[in-house]
Each structure stands twice: as structure tokens, then as C-alpha cells.
């Protein structure tokens, strides 16, 4: 069923699931696709306001001012070409969310869309595109490297006191796939 605004209930199990991108309804009427999809794009659009609105307090410049915004609007979703042909490049699958994302901005250039909190530092990070990931692949995540396998930059003291059970303690892995960087004001 359509409402005027163009959202669509569906009704399962007597539940309400609002759509906001005119989704699709499968045959049985029981699954919407968009839903999730739009709700991380709202996430993303409240990121985006939270960022202009307090990027004093994140130690960014403004970004309207040095219009990183304005540049950031302009930006195109990659198509589902690009990430079928980014994923065939790597051999992976990427998850749903990633492409959700991608699809709604390739990359984010100098708009800080990542704010983060590292152990008690306030840290922003800048989304790749695809073509940059490409690239920063090329160099830095194109091998399997320890992070021992470089004692000038790394004691074994430091990798000690890095060491996390859940993370393998590789500076590079071909597994890994890049795609934010870290953007000092």
C-alpha cells in the first residue's frame, strides 16, 4: 500500500515496516528491500549534520567554510558496476553495508564523514573511493607483513604492548581492504 508521502507499509505478522525509498515488495508481501539500506543512510545524513554543526569540538575546520561540504554533496554513489568489478579485482565479496554506503557516496575527499574515539583521542577519518582503495592496495596491503618483520619501526616491547588477541599483529595483510584515512586538520 502507498501513502501520499510515497512511503509503503507492509504488514507481517502484524508488524509495520515503513520504507522510505519506495522499495521493493517481494511477491508474498512479507519482506521490503530498502529498508536497511535507508536507515544507514540516515545515519550517515545525521553524521553529516552532527559533523558541520560541531567540528570545532572535533578539532576540524569548518567545512562549509573551506567548502569540503559543498565538494562532499557533488559526490556520486559508485555503481553496482564499479563494486562488481572492485570486488572481482580482489577476489572478495563485500558486505551489504559497504556497498549501501558506496552506493550512496564513492569516497568522501577531505569531509571528515568517520569521527572516532581511540582510546581517549578524538580521531576523523576520510572515506577512500574505490579508486583510491585500489591504489592504497597496490602499495600497502598487496603482502602479508608482521609487524616484527620491522624491528627499526617496531620493538618487541611495542608489539607487546599492542597486542590484541582478536587482531593478528600484521602491519600489512592482502586480506585487508583500506578504506578510510586518517585526515589531521
Same mark, same amino acid.
Given at each position: 500500500?502507498k $501513502?501520499k508521502t510515497?512511503?509503503?507499509?507492509? $504488514?507481517?505478522y502484524y508488524?509495520k515496516?515503513?520504507?522510505?525509498?519506495?522499495?521493493?515488495?517481494?511477491k508474498?508481501?512479507?519482506?521490503i528491500r530498502?529498508?536497511?539500506?535507508m536507515?544507514?543512510?540516515? !545515519?550517515i545524513k545525521?553524521?553529516e549534520?552532527y559533523i558541520?554543526e560541531n /567540528?570545532q =569540538?572535533l578539532?576540524?575546520?569548518?567545512p562549509?567554510e573551506e567548502e569540503? /561540504?559543498?565538494e562532499?554533496?557533488?559526490?556520486?554513489?559508485?555503481? =553496482?558496476?564499479d563494486?562488481?568489478? /572492485?570486488?572481482e579485482?580482489?577476489?572478495?565479496?563485500l558486505?551489504k553495508d @559497504?556497498? $549501501?554506503?558506496?552506493?550512496?557516496?564513492?569516497?568522501?575527499?577531505?569531509m571528515?564523514i568517520?569521527?572516532s574515539m581511540?582510546?581517549?583521542?578524538?580521531?576523523? @577519518?576520510c572515506?577512500?573511493s574505490?579508486? =583510491?582503495i585500489?591504489k592504497?592496495? $597496490?602499495?600497502?596491503?598487496n603482502k !602479508?607483513a608482521l609487524l616484527?618483520? @620491522?624491528? =627499526?619501526? /617496531?620493538?618487541?616491547?611495542?608489539?607487546d604492548n599492542?597486542?590484541?588477541n582478536?587482531?593478528k599483529?600484521?602491519l600489512f595483510?592482502k586480506?585487508?581492504?583500506?578504506?578510510?584515512q586518517y585526515?589531521?586538520s
Amino acid at each position: 500500500m502507498k $501513502t501520499k508521502t510515497g512511503h509503503i507499509l507492509v $504488514t507481517k505478522y502484524y508488524k509495520k515496516c515503513r520504507c522510505y525509498d519506495n522499495g521493493k515488495i517481494t511477491k508474498d508481501n512479507r519482506i521490503i528491500r530498502g529498508c536497511k539500506k535507508m536507515k544507514l543512510i540516515d !545515519n550517515i545524513k545525521k553524521i553529516e549534520t552532527y559533523i558541520c554543526e560541531n /567540528f570545532q =569540538e572535533l578539532d576540524l575546520d569548518d567545512p562549509m567554510e573551506e567548502e569540503y /561540504f559543498q565538494e562532499y554533496e557533488s559526490i556520486d554513489g559508485a555503481s =553496482e558496476h564499479d563494486l562488481l568489478k /572492485f570486488e572481482e579485482a580482489f577476489s572478495i565479496h563485500l558486505p551489504k553495508d @559497504f556497498k $549501501t554506503l558506496y552506493q550512496y557516496k564513492n569516497g568522501s575527499k577531505f569531509m571528515c564523514i568517520l569521527p572516532s574515539m581511540i582510546r581517549t583521542s578524538d580521531m576523523c @577519518f576520510c572515506l577512500m573511493s574505490l579508486e =583510491e582503495i585500489k591504489k592504497c592496495k $597496490t602499495y600497502f596491503q598487496n603482502k !602479508n607483513a608482521l609487524l616484527s618483520d @620491522f624491528p =627499526e619501526y /617496531f620493538s618487541p616491547q611495542d608489539i607487546d604492548n599492542m597486542r590484541d588477541n582478536r587482531i593478528k599483529p600484521y602491519l600489512f595483510n592482502k586480506r585487508w581492504i583500506p578504506f578510510a584515512q586518517y585526515v589531521v586538520s
